[in-house]
């Protein structure tokens, strides 16, 4: 199987480490893994901000540069979201608007083989030990794209449940928005603030050590908050936490 990473813009410039945690991750399970130098960004940003158009040849690089691969990983549940679900409809708009069908067939074959990581662990390696070890006490928060667009579900608890030494706590309110929604958190700054408050005062009364997400952009929204405040929780991508081995243990 020809495995693609796909790090997303905001991993490839303030969070390496969860990109080289993926690949850590999945070589130890026996998966190769391509980092294609070509990829750039998804296009979400531009979408979501009102720019249909000029998320177009964002989303033709991405079918050219990965359309070659068996699965694409991601890091990413809310750029994962985009390849899923707004490629399709950005293709079947661009028809609608007289503009042929050609979007559509561009990314029509790379949409079905996006997959979040823990979706590629436990839906495709079909595994959910996969021998990391972090003995730390963690809850977990399940973002926004990952929750209801890609509907993942039970399949990060799963994860890590498994994990040996992991105490994993319930969080109160855990299906609720973080507030960072990325551009809505610049236009709408008050109330994104506000909702991160909620979540770091949900967070912090779970008396765990690390806030676990599997997006890195909510993950600094949050641990801005948690900074600012002082709770003394970290927020740790869950790429990280699975990584992790008995002798390597990150604190």
């Known amino acids: 199987m020809r495995v693609a990473l796909f790090l ?5 410039t303030l969070y390496p480490e969860t ?3 993926v690949v850590t ?12 130098m ?11 901000t009102g720019y249909r158009h000029e998320a177009e040849p964002l989303a033709r690089r991405f079918a050219r540069v990965f359309g070659g691969y068996d699965a694409i990983v991601t890091p990413s549940g809310s750029c994962g979201a985009m390849v899923r679900e707004l490629y399709p409809r950005m293709g079947e708009r661009a028809r609608a608007e007289g503009r042929g069908g050609t ?4 990314v029509a074959p790379v949409v079905p083989k996006t997959y979040e990581l823990t979706e590629f662990l436990v839906d495709v390696l079909g595994v959910t030990d996969v021998g990391a070890y972090y003995p730390h006490t963690v809850t977990y928060h399940p973002t926004c794209h990952g929750l209801r667009s890609l509907g993942l579900g039970d399949r990060p608890l799963s ?3 498994a994990v040996k030494g992991l105490d994993l706590v ?16 610049v236009k709408n700054a008050e109330v994104s603030a506000a909702m991160g408050a909620d979540k770091v005062r949900n967070a912090a009364a779970t008396g765990a050590r690390v806030l676990c997400a599997a997006d890195n952009s909510c993950l600094m929204h949050i641990g801005g908050i948690m900074a600012r405040q002082g709770t003394g929780m970290r927020p740790v991508h869950i790429a990280e936490i699975l990584a992790s081995t008995e002798g390597g243990a990150t604190a």
């Open 38 to 48: 070509q990829q750039t960004c998804c296009g979400q940003a531009h979408y979501n």
């Open 103 to 106: 979007l559509a067939a561009a």
């Open 8 to 12: 997303t813009c905001v991993n490839d």
């Open 159 to 161: 994860l890590l449940r």
């Open 170 to 185: 319930e969080l109160p309110g855990a299906e609720e928005c973080c507030g960072f929604g990325g551009t809505f958190a």
């Open 25 to 36: 991750l999945l070589t130890r399970l026996g998966v190769e893994v391509d980092f294609p």
């Open 19 to 21: 990109g080289r945690a």
